[in-house]
C-alpha cells in the first residue's frame, strides 16, 4: 500500500504536464515558413530510486533504506536571431518540481522547486 502514494503524486505530474504541453502545442496557421519560433516548451518527468549504504556507525539508523523519488522538469528556450544578438546563445530558463520519500522515519520525504536557467551557444 505504500506505493499507492507515489502512485497518485506520479498521476498528478502526468496530467499536469499533458495539460501544459496541451496549453503550450503550436498548430500550423498557414503562415510563412521564414517566421521564427520564439520559444519552445518541454517537458521532462523522471523516477528516481536507489539504496543508502551506511558507511558508519553514526548512519547505521538510515541502513536498509531504498529512497525513491519523481520529478518533473519544464522547460522554455528561446531560439529567435534578437536573443542571439543579445548573448550569442539560446537560453533556457525552467522549473524543476521534485518529490521524495526516504523511506525511512528519520530520513522522512521531502519536496522540491527550483529555477533553472542555461545558456547555451
Known amino acids: ?13 502526468i496530467i499536469a504536464g499533458m495539460f501544459l504541453q496541451s496549453i503550450a502545442a503550436q498548430t500550423d496557421s498557414g503562415t510563412s515558413k521564414s517566421t521564427p519560433k520564439l520559444r519552445m516548451f518541454t517537458i521532462g518527468l523522471g523516477v528516481q530510486h536507489g539504496f543508502i549504504f551506511a558507511h558508519s556507525q553514526a548512519v547505521q539508523n538510515t541502513k536498509g533504506s531504498y529512497p ?7 522547460s522554455w528556450q528561446r531560439n529567435d536571431s534578437s536573443i542571439w544578438a543579445l548573448c550569442n546563445c539560446y537560453p533556457r530558463s525552467g522549473l524543476l518540481l521534485a518529490y521524495y520519500d526516504y523511506d525511512n522515519a528519520i530520513l522522512g520525504k521531502s519536496i522540491t522547486s527550483a529555477a533553472k536557467t542555461k545558456h547555451r551557444s
Open 68 to 74: 525513491t523519488g519523481i520529478e518533473a522538469i519544464f
Open 1 to 13: 500500500m505504500r506505493f499507492r502514494n507515489y502512485q497518485k503524486v506520479l498521476l498528478i505530474f
